[in-house]
């Protein structure tokens, strides 16, 4: 039985504007695909259908609808964001000293802004050489005012700090709500009871909440992306948040909340200390800097590398299988998060090699993370700047 083949009929005003052979074509072709797509045989045990997980009133079970508030409060979470940075982390940064960069700006220029917009930011040699003849202008000019216009589009410092004060808000009170009821539950100190009597365990309200903010949350970073800062692993972040909300989504549908609550919460462990440390940075605390991004690295390494699959995978892929035994669905399930332990190594290996380059300068200078162009010469000191004009890496403006 298909408990979602009612919400088609969302789509009736749609299929009525259709010729009556057309629209009868569509609503079976829609049928025919919401059949398939939540087909009882792949999603659920052998014997279990989708009538049986409507639970009751007394023993409510996760119903896919429930997601539906994920995407409305996903916006509201982004609305709080904006004013969260501009009327208290704003106000904190100033008041620990970190300020808007100043920034010089690139001239007006029709040709080479057209060149910048449509065609490249970084523009080599031979195009310089081409551009140089065109405008009748200097290469130099012509760098300058490219590097210029690359540093207009470029978050300030104190963009950044508000940025990660959201984050290190968020993190450090869904951890805390997480921590707080998983230290009750059974499955926490016995993963196998994550199995049993599946998939009939009953929902509990902070199970709901906590899944529901942390689905909305993601899919908030993921619409956020677009207009955050540019860091190098743009493409990594963004495959990792839609891998969590599909699997936060299906192991919700599916009612495998218990183990999906352990990985969330073992998640949001390190998370903090990395906009912790990201907030030292920014606010030029350099020692109190590196001690954060020390103990992030060391809880980071060791729940995602150590905990994870020991604790996690484990019980999805080994005690998940003598309890319950596999299905469809479990084949999907399973390696997903296999995909998640990819990125985590990923990860690590980018932290340890900052935190090899950390130790050998004798200090974390900055977010590995961050955008390729965090710097520029226009914002490079005195004294460097002339080490570079000496060197012939910057000439003289």
Known sequence: MNVLTPQMNLNDSAICLLPRSSSAALAAAMASFSAWMWDERFWLPAGVTWADLRGSPGAPLPQPSDLCLALPLAFGIFSVRLLFERFLAKPCAVCLGVQVSARKKAEPNAILEKVFTSITKSPDDERLRGLSKQLDLEERIIKRWFRRRRNQEKASVLAKFCESMWRLVFYIGIFCYGIVFLWKTPWFWDTKH?????????????????????????????????????????????????????????????????????????????????????????????KLCDVLFGLFAIIFIGTRLCIYPLWVLNTAMFESWEIIGPYPSWWVFNPMLLLLQVLHIMWSYLILRLTCRAVSRGKVDRDERSDSESGSEDEVPGKQRRILRRNGHVKNE
């Open 194 to 286: 994550c199995w049993y009597n599946y998939p009939f365990q009953a929902l509990s309200t902070q199970v709901y909440w906590y899944y529901i903010a942390e689905v909305s949350f993601y899919w908030s970073l993921m619409f956020s992306q677009f207009t955050d800062i540019k860091r190098k692993d743009f493409v990594i972040m963004l495959v990792h948040h839609l891998v969590t909300v599909v699997l936060i989504s299906f192991s919700y549908v599916t009612n495998m909340v218990r183990v999906g609550t352990l990985v969330l919460c073992l998640h949001d462990s390190s998370d903090s200390f990395l906009e912790a440390a990201k907030l030292a940075n920014y606010a030029k605390y350099q």
